[in-house]
Nanobody, 125 residues
Framework: QVQLVETGGGLVQAGGSLRLSCAAS????????MGWFRRPPGKDRELVTA????????YYVDSVKGRFTISRDNAKNTVYLQMSSLKPEDTAVYFC??????????????????WGQGTQVTVSS
C-alpha cells in the first residue's frame, strides 16, 4: 500500500504561482508513474499532468501547457506540480495519484492505483 500526501495548496491571486508537493510512503515510489488530477467545483475529476516512472515522458492537458510543470525526485519519494500564471479556472481540489502502469504514461483514472486526499487550490481574480 502506498500513502500519498499532498501539500502546498492555498489561496493565490490570478497570475500568481504555487507549488504542490506529493510525498509517497514507499521507497518503491520510483516504480510508479505519477499523475496530478483536479476536481473543479461542480465538475468531474480530470487528469492535469502525468510523468513516467523514469526517463523522459510527460503529459499535460492543453489548458495548462506552458503554465504547469510536473517533476519528480525519486530519492525523496516526491512529485511536484509547479503552477504559474494561475487563472481562476484552475481553482480545484488537486490530487496526486500513483500508477503501476509502466507504458505508456497512464492517462485514465482507472489506471491509477493509489490516491492522495487532495489539497485545495483557490485562485482569486
Amino acid at each position: 500500500q502506498v500513502q500519498l500526501v499532498e501539500t502546498g495548496g492555498g489561496l493565490v491571486q490570478a497570475g500568481g504561482s504555487l507549488r504542490l508537493s506529493c510525498a509517497a510512503s514507499r521507497r518503491t515510489f520510483s516504480t510508479y508513474a505519477m499523475g496530478w488530477f483536479r476536481r473543479p467545483p461542480g465538475k468531474d475529476r480530470e487528469l492535469v499532468t502525468a510523468i513516467r516512472m523514469s526517463g523522459p515522458g510527460t503529459y499535460y492537458v492543453d489548458s495548462v501547457k506552458g503554465r504547469f510543470t510536473i517533476s519528480r525526485d525519486n530519492a525523496k519519494n516526491t512529485v511536484y506540480l509547479q503552477m504559474s500564471s494561475l487563472k481562476p479556472e484552475d481553482t480545484a481540489v488537486y490530487f496526486c495519484a500513483a500508477s503501476t502502469t509502466a507504458w505508456p504514461i497512464p492517462l485514465h483514472d482507472y489506471e491509477y492505483d493509489y490516491w492522495g486526499q487532495g489539497t485545495q487550490v483557490t485562485v482569486s481574480s
